[in-house]
T-cell receptor
């Protein structure tokens, strides 16, 4: 049973470059979440979708960050232009409808390093 | 807004001894509470949850947690720790207001000493 799949697992790029992170949620899940994890700030919710529609993007740090969910099986998080302070591990998670009672299932993350 | 506190940065325990990881929460109304574990270079994995009913909930890998409404706590416990339990543990809470966000604690590093 496939879990949440994220790609790439690791990304190293120079500042100013565009970065695109990808996520395939678990089939049948209606909610999709993007998180960022750093030592300083811990786990932060960036944005989440319900049925492909963004519900709450208040955690997106600034306009350089954008997220899309064109269909139920794919989402992207884009950073343009990237900066060294964006270096972190980015996680995608998904859950069923009636998600308040259901746990979120996390992918293994993308470790992003901006030089 | 809901929040979670995990007061200890690191919990050290000898293999075979009982393990406790503490969590207190703040939320309007009745909470939905979750524990997750994170191993190195992996995503968070769900361990157990409290929604309603029995205050003692059992989860994966022999873990259990006790919901205490008067103390607003949801401590994670394991009777006999294994070296393989060494990981980062997160407590999380969601309130019942319809907001589907989870508030995570900062995490506790558990080190089980052989």
């Amino acid at each position: 049973d496939a879990g949440v799949i994220q790609s790439p697992r690791h990304e190293v790029t120079e500042m100013g470059q565009e970065v695109t992170l990808r996520c395939k949620p678990i089939s049948g899940h209606d909610y999709l979440f993007w998180y960022r994890q750093t030592m300083m700030r811990g786990l932060e919710l960036l944005i989440y979708f319900n049925n492909n529609v963004p519900i709450d993007d208040s955690g997106m740090p600034e306009d350089r960050f954008s997220a899309k969910m064109p269909n139920a099986s794919f989402s992207t998080l884009k950073i343009q232009p990237s900066e060294p302070r964006d270096s972190a591990v980015y996680f995608c998670a998904s859950s069923f409808a009636q998600g308040a009672r259901q746990p979120q299932h996390f992918g293994d993350g993308t470790r992003l390093s901006i030089l | 807004a809901q929040s979670v506190a995990q007061p200890e940065d690191q919990v050290n325990v000898a293999e075979g001894n009982p393990l406790t990881v503490k969590c207190t929460y703040s939320v309007s109304g009745n909470p939905y509470l979750f524990w997750y574990v994170q191993y190195p270079n992996r995503g968070l994995q769900f361990l157990l949850k409290y929604i309603t009913g029995d205050n003692l909930v059992k989860g994966s890998y022999g873990f259990e947690a006790e919901f205490n409404k008067s103390q607003t706590s949801f401590h994670l416990k394991k009777p006999s720790a294994l070296v393989s339990d060494s990981a980062l543990y997160f407590c999380a809470v969601r309130d019942m207001s319809g907001n589907n966000r989870l508030a995570f604690g900062k995490g506790n590093q558990v080190v089980v000493i052989p």
